[in-house]
């Protein structure tokens, strides 16, 4: 994390602002922004609650291979049809963004659930933001891969203004000129090991040659590999199909599970890289 600001307390934002909490909704000074590949069996729940609570829901519906793009038009304001297949957020920027007429944006993926607090609080952040000068807005996170949590807290800038725009490269983010800390609830960030490699195989091989981006991938694979097997064995990780090239990429040097019994089933770990998405 970048160490953004900490906001006030909640209680002191809903004093000064006049706002109450819970805010009303549905927003009309946010929308809500997704990207999606292949999200069928998520994205109507999703969709649903987040078309509660804004008024503007747009989606970036990458090519699937499933009911992705039916889903999203059944529950959205505005739908690009990307012909770009699972590509990240690289697509949020120049397909997206753009649409959005709102002053504040709040992104999510769509394997991200936020909490209830958290919706309900949207108003006093942007209201203390705007009245301190902040443009962008740290959300925490709480993630697990294979129902092991990350030890590290951690957070993501998911709420920002709009003019602010979005690279349109993988990894990436707004840049914020000041961020704080939105500490009212949470994003909750839960995937299986099998779905994070697939997203990671393909973000591998579209950011080839890109050192950056190969050792932001690499690392991401190491450490969910490495955490998952403390959990539950490599005899786990190592049964899935994609197995040989994860190990060709982020194991070609280290070999943790040829290492002495007592050192085979690690403490789960993770790192700042291991925390993104």
């Known amino acids: 994390m970048d160490n953004p600001t900490p906001a ?8 000064a602002s006049g706002i109450p909490f819970p805010n009303g909704r549905p927003y009309s000074h946010i929308s809500f922004c997704l990207v999606a590949w292949n999200e069928e ?7 649903e609650l987040m078309s509660l609570t804004f008024e503007s829901v747009l989606v970036s519906v ?11 038009r059944e529950w959205a304001t505005f739908v690009s049809d990307d012909g770009v297949y699972g590509y990240g957020d690289a697509t949020f920027g120049p397909k997206l963004l753009p649409h959005v007429e709102t002053k504040w944006t709040f992104k999510l993926d769509a394997d991200e659930w936020p909490s209830l607090d958290l919706l309900s609080s949207l108003s006093n ?5 705007e009245r301190h000068g902040f443009d962008g807005i740290w959300i925490p996170f709480r993630s697990s891969v294979e129902g092991v949590e ?13 003019r602010l725009g979005w690279p349109g490269q993988m990894h990436s983010r707004p840049k914020a000129n000041r961020m704080m800390l939105w500490d009212v609830g949470h994003i909750r960030h839960d ?5 994070m490699m697939q997203d990671y195989l393909r973000y591998w091989e579209a950011g080839r040659g ?9 690392l991401m694979m190491y450490h969910a590999c490495l955490g998952t097997a403390g959990a539950k064995g490599w005899s786990f990780v190592q049964s899935h199909p994609w197995w040989p090239k994860v190990e060709a990429i982020a194991f070609s040097e280290e070999k943790p599970w040829q290492a002495s019994p007592s050192s085979r089933r690690p403490r789960s770990r993770s790192s700042r890289s291991a925390a993104s998405t």
């Open 41 to 47: 069996e998520r994205l109507g729940k999703l969709l």
């Open 150 to 162: 990350y030890e590290e807290q951690h957070a993501h800038l998911r709420l920002f203004e709009t």
């Open 191 to 195: 995937r299986s090991l099998d779905e």
């Open 62 to 72: 990458q090519k699937s291979d499933d009911r992705t793009l039916e889903i999203a």
């Open 125 to 129: 952040a942007t209201w203390y933001a």
């Open 8 to 15: 006030a307390p909640l209680d002191e934002v809903v004093l």
């Open 210 to 218: 890109n050192a950056g981006w190969e050792d932001h991938n690499r």
